[in-house]
T-cell receptor, first 109, second 112 residues
Framework: AQRVTQPEKLLSVFKGAPVELKCNYS??????LFWYVQYSRQRLQLLLR??SRESIKGFTADLNKGETSFHLKKPFAQEEDSAMYYC???????????FGTGTRLKVLA | NAGVTQTPKFQVLKTGQSMTLQCAQD?????MSWYRQDPGMGLRLIHY???????DQGEVPNGYNVSRSTTEDFPLRLLSAAPSQTSVYFC???????????FGPGTRLTVT
């Protein structure tokens, strides 16, 4: 079955500490993976996608097909990074996105 | 551009009532989706559309109907509301199937 797993409901880190939000997926084909973020009182928005291989707001994510993972990383967390983060998978040839359950990141001063 | 708009923002229904959640976008996007967001369950796809006149079921379609008569609008109908449909509903659109999804502000629905 196609599935996206985000094992941590809540991740708390101190400002300046490294951050890693975990995402594992289950999909037999070639996946397209995304990270979406929802800041307080804002709409859900795209943070980055694996095909772009870009860094947004200091965040990066590398697709590891061997480990079926797409972890989101940032070397130095900032207070404004506090938000809800969702990993999402789009199976090839469909528009049926599958979202993980989300991880709330709290960056402490 | 207003982007993706949803109405109403809040709604309380009694069990058995029907209603339509409205979603509109002004970006000429072909692809649109409806999701529900429940605590601990993330976003789950209800229905989606890949163009006017074309809709399909997502992960949790039961109890919901959709139609796509125009590119701009994608209403979600609750046929006979149940307490299990208490949730926050999000509409989203994108220009391409793998493009960025733009989300609406959400509708918080409570069914008593």
């Amino acid at each position: 079955a196609q599935r996206v797993t985000q094992p941590e409901k809540l991740l708390s880190v101190f400002k300046g500490a490294p951050v890693e939000l975990k995402c594992n997926y289950s999909y037999s084909g070639s996946p397209e993976l995304f990270w979406y973020v929802q800041y307080s009182r804002q709409r859900l928005q795209l943070l980055l996608r694996h095909i772009s291989r870009e860094s947004i707001k200091g965040f990066t994510a590398d697709l590891n097909k061997g480990e079926t993972s797409f972890h989101l990383k940032k070397p130095f967390a900032q207070e404004e990074d506090s938000a809800m983060y969702y990993c999402a998978l789009r199976p090839s040839g469909t528009y049926k996105y599958i979202f993980g359950t989300g991880t709330r990141l709290k960056v402490l001063a | 551009n207003a982007g993706v708009t949803q109405t109403p923002k809040f709604q309380v229904l009694k069990t058995g009532q029907s209603m339509t959640l409205q979603c509109a976008q002004d970006m000429n996007h072909e692809y649109m989706s409806w999701y529900r967001q429940d605590p601990g369950m993330g976003l789950r796809l209800i229905h989606y559309s890949v163009g006017a006149g074309i809709t399909d079921q997502g992960e949790v379609p039961n109890g919901y109907n959709v139609s796509r008569s125009t590119t701009e609008d994608f209403p979600l109908r609750l046929l006979s509301a149940a307490p299990s449909q208490t949730s926050v509903y999000f509409c989203a659109s994108s220009a391409t199937s793998n493009g960025e999804q733009y989300f609406g502000p959400g509708t918080r629905l409570t069914v008593t």
